[in-house]
T-cell receptor, first 116, second 110 residues
Framework: GAVVSQHPSRVICKSGTSVKIECRSL??????MFWYRQFPKQSLMLMAT?????????EQGVEKDKFLINHASLTLSTLTVTSAHPEDSSFYIC????????????FGEGSRLTVL | QKEVEQNSGPLSVPEGAIASLNCTYS??????FFWYRQYSGKSPELIMSIYSNGDKEDGRFTAQLNKASQYVSLLIRDSQPSDSATYLCAVFYYGQNFVFGPGTRLSVLP
């Protein structure tokens, strides 16, 4: 079946640095990918929709300049957390629709970011 | 605004019992319905999908959809401790987006 790969799975960084997370669709093309953030014991919160070849669509309250999203190809979307702060520590998950109009989503493995 | 509601739990059931997870949604234009299981520290994995009214069975899992009542449920028969996780109900609106419920934490007690 279709697989979405996310990297890195864990990252620890110092406050003020930037961190890039990659999301790849391995055996299918994804013109759209979704980025979620999840705090402990809370549900998924959609941050933005990544669109291949165009600007991402951000949800209300999500800072565009802080969470940079690039979808340069049909198989790769990246999320860059710029000038990270401890409050950005969270579990970031990407997903991509199967493309079959069934609505099925394939999730990446998730990336746990810890900002010291 | 499209909403998906779930009881946050925790729902505790003894091993071998039937676990019943419920989900309601607000928009009648909903197209597809999904149940995802999420273990602590892991990303969600698809358990069941259902698109039309009625029941859909897959092994120990049964999804039930009632569009008139805007209600979708997941039954887990012969619950096992390994079923302990958070179960997310998700609704897909064609051409739009997915909306996830807050999730129900299930605890299966040995």
């Amino acid at each position: 079946g279709a697989v979405v790969s996310q990297h890195p799975s864990r990252v620890i960084c110092k406050s003020g640095t930037s961190v890039k997370i990659e999301c790849r669709s391995l055996d299918f093309q994804a013109t759209t990918m979704f980025w979620y953030r999840q705090f402990p014991k809370q549900s998924l919160m959609l941050m933005a929709t990544s669109n291949e070849g165009s600007k991402a669509t951000y949800e209300q309250g999500v800072e565009k300049d802080k969470f940079l999203i690039n979808h340069a190809s049909l198989t790769l979307s990246t999320l860059t957390v710029t000038s990270a702060h401890p409050e950005d520590s969270s579990f970031y998950i990407c997903s991509a629709p199967s493309g079959l109009n069934t609505g099925e989503l394939f999730f990446g493995e998730g990336s746990r970011l810890t900002v010291l | 605004q499209k909403e998906v509601e779930q009881n946050s739990g925790p729902l505790s059931v003894p091993e071998g019992a039937i676990a019943s997870l419920n989900c309601t949604y607000s928009d009648r234009g909903s197209q597809s319905f999904f149940w995802y299981r999420q273990y602590s520290g892991k990303s969600p994995e698809l358990i069941m999908s259902i698109y039309s009214n009625g029941d859909k069975e897959d092994g120990r899992f049964t999804a039930q959809l009632n569009k008139a009542s805007q209600y979708v449920s997941l039954l887990i028969r012969d619950s096992q401790p390994s079923d302990s996780a958070t179960y997310l109900c998700a609704v897909f609106y064609y051409g739009q987006n997915f909306v996830f419920g807050p999730g129900t934490r299930l605890s299966v007690l040995p």
